[in-house]
């Protein structure tokens, strides 16, 4: 039998870091219809964004899941999509100089918090 939290520990977990057994074990999670899965798919979606390495390629991956996330009537989430709509430019310049630091963190901490 598994922990009350648990289920809300895996969500915070880095899919990098599950092992097959862990992966298993979220697959009914993940798969499910919960608000939490749809916002988990959106989230992972979005940090996929910074992985690109052309900007051209990074906008159009940007506009289909803006929309996803746009569509997803999880008010968060989209506040979330707009607030990096608002900021894409930024995210784009980042693709091509991929300057990542303790100034880039405090710099993302200071946009969520906007």
Request: hydrophobic share 45%; proline share 3%.
């Amino acid at each position: 039998m598994t922990a009350w939290w648990e289920p809300t520990y895996q969500w915070l977990r880095h899919p990098a870091t599950f092992t097959s057994k862990a992966w298993r074990e979220f697959r009914h999670l993940r798969d499910s219809t919960l608000k939490t899965a749809r916002a988990w798919a959106l989230k992972e979606m979005a940090m996929t964004l910074f992985t690109f390495r052309y900007a051209g390629a990074a906008r159009r991956f940007f506009k289909r899941g803006y929309a996803w996330a746009s569509r997803s009537r999880l008010q968060p989430v989209v506040e979330a999509a707009r607030m990096l709509k608002r900021r894409l430019d930024n995210i784009l310049t980042f693709t091509k100089h991929r300057l990542f630091g303790v100034h880039l963190v405090c710099g993302l901490f200071v946009l969520v918090r906007l």
